[in-house]
T-cell receptor
């Protein structure tokens, strides 16, 4: 399978709460990217973290990367109803140039 | 960043016919890719579009079914041939400027095969 794994598959929270999504992968990577996709629409790039980085922030987003565990997490703080979307991690593997996507997490933020 | 447009944005096609999807980028890019996203699923890489040579296909995808052209560094086409209802998906064009750079996506082409 091309895909990495993400969990949870679906997450439902109240507005104002934090949302955490996890991504695991199998082989060494150059970098890892997180994307958001609103229902049936295009992908929006959120953040790229390189293999030599451990944490990055962008507004309400915080991404961590643990290469020893081959995993990453995306934290959305103080969530809003507009954050309702599917979130995907995507990895660029060492020695290649293709980007492979995880299965995605569907986040639902209740107002 | 890169601005990517795709044509058509959506189409409804009859089984057995073919559809060609166009992808145009606003500037030259090194790498172009085609992905498929089946309903409710994640993205699956179909192939890497190579400028001036045959595309590189992923396991499970073949040139006869998904012929790809890339005549220059800003344009590519993907044809979905001899379509069946199982080909109903969103098809997305994607680009990268370098091996370790951000990957950008077009808006997608929504295909429904009846």
């Amino acid at each position: 399978s091309q895909q990495g794994e993400e969990d949870p598959q679906a997450l439902s929270i109240q507005e104002g709460e934090n949302a955490t999504m996890n991504c695991s992968y199998k082989t060494s990577i150059n970098n890892l990217q997180w994307y958001r996709q609103n229902s049936g629409r295009g992908l929006v790039h959120l953040i790229l973290i390189r293999s030599n980085e451990r944490e990055k922030h962008s507004g309400r987003l915080r991404v961590t990367l643990d290469t020893s565990k081959k995993s990453s997490s995306l934290l959305i703080t103080a969530s809003r109803a507009a954050d309702t979307a599917s979130y995907f991690c995507a990895t660029d593997h060492t020695g290649g140039f293709k980007t492979i996507f995880g299965a995605g997490t569907r986040l639902f933020v209740k107002a | 960043s890169a601005v990517i447009s795709q044509k058509p944005s959506r189409d409804i096609c009859q089984r057995g016919t073919s559809l060609t999807i166009q992808c145009q980028v606003d500037s030259q890019v090194t790498m172009m890719f085609w992905y498929r996203q089946q309903p409710g699923q994640s993205l699956t890489l179909i192939a890497t579009a190579n400028q001036g040579s045959e595309a590189t296909y992923e396991s499970g995808f073949v040139i006869d079914k998904f012929p790809i052209s890339r005549p220059n560094l800003t344009f590519s086409t993907l044809t979905v041939s001899n379509m069946s209802p199982e080909d109903s998906s969103i098809y997305l064009c994607s680009v990268k400027r370098g091996v370790q750079e951000t990957q950008y996506f077009g808006p997608g082409t929504r295909l429904l095969v009846l």
